[in-house]
């Protein structure tokens, strides 16, 4: 007669078998068309060979910076994060932020300097912040493609006349091909 502690063993064993059966017959994507990245099997990590769907988002902060927009020494602060275009590969580490080609990832601190230059150097300081904004995602997305997706958004703390915090968010996206 079976005990439960034997009984115990023979399922885990007979489940143990069912589960590699389900997973041998599973359906392996490499990326090409089906919407799933074959990242495990390019990325040399030697974690495994499933195909898994992936989406990498950065994120970052530019604290603080005067920008001068609509008044004089107004302030704010600006929340980035993006999502990358798809798999992309390794540049290397490099603190200097130097461009690279556009099927890497972008170094976060050429990504981050180049909109602080953007935002410093902005032509029309009168303009709405939604336009402001705007403007400031589709500079993202035009000057890298590794970049599908942009979500910034702004924190307008009170300041002189205006005595109320506002903030704005904006999203864009490439369109998919």
Not at 23 to 48: C, I, T
Not at 50 to 56: H, L
Request: hydrophobic letters at 40%.
């Amino acid at each position: 007669m079976l005990t439960a502690k034997w009984m115990r063993r023979v399922f885990i064993v007979l489940g143990s078998f069912v589960a590699l059966g389900v997973l041998a017959g599973a359906p392996r994507g490499n990326g090409a068309g089906d919407g799933q990245s074959g990242a495990a099997a390019k990325s040399g990590g030697g974690v495994g060979k499933m195909a898994v769907r992936e989406k990498i988002v950065f994120r970052f902060d530019i604290a603080n910076l005067v920008t001068n927009h609509q008044l004089e020494g107004q302030r704010s602060t600006f929340h980035v994060e993006y999502e990358y275009a798809g798999q992309l590969k390794g540049a290397g580490y490099d603190l200097q932020g130097h461009a690279v080609a556009g099927d890497t990832y972008p170094y976060f601190q050429a990504v981050r300097q180049d909109l602080i230059r953007y935002i410093s150097e902005y032509a029309d300081k009168k303009d709405f912040y939604e336009l402001f904004g705007t403007d400031i995602c589709r500079f993202v997305l035009e000057k890298y493609p590794q970049i599908r997706r942009i979500r910034l958004t702004i924190d307008i703390p009170a300041y002189k006349e205006i005595d109320v915090d506002r903030s704005e968010e904006i999203e864009m996206e490439r369109e998919r091909k």
